[in-house]
Nanobody, 120 residues
């Protein structure tokens, strides 16, 4: 079982930055347990989209614009953490951001989400 806890959300102004963090924990996980870690975001009305993910090797993969080019995903396998650096924020980035992790047996764990609000 993998548990994920996000942090770093909050209120930002247009053009500002936020850094989200997600920590994975669990009684049996180690650096090789988790394959992909990433971030989705969910807008009001429950539309959810992939923001970015990365495999164990750290190669990033980004979802559709407009986040691409403004957001950077990174991962620390030793600490079992994934980060999302969000720059040049715009009001359309307002959403609940969820961390996820794919691990053994094709299972996926989700965090509880962290709200990001960008004011105009």
């Amino acid at each position: 079982q993998v548990q994920l806890v996000e942090s770093g959300g909050g209120l930002a102004q247009t053009g500002g930055s936020l850094r989200l963090s997600c920590a994975a924990s669990g009684p049996t996980i180690d650096v090789n347990t988790i394959s992909v870690m990433g971030w989705f975001r969910e807008y009001p009305g429950n539309r959810r989209e992939l923001v970015a993910d990365t495999g164990r090797g750290g190669v990033p993969h980004y979802g559709e614009d407009p986040a691409k080019g403004r957001f950077t995903i990174s991962r620390d396998n030793a600490k079992k953490m994934v980060y999302l650096q969000m720059n040049k924020l715009i009001p359309e980035d307002t959403a609940v951001y969820y961390c996820y992790a794919d691990y053994q047996g094709g299972r996926r764990a989700w965090g509880l989400g962290t709200l990001v609000t960008v004011s105009s």
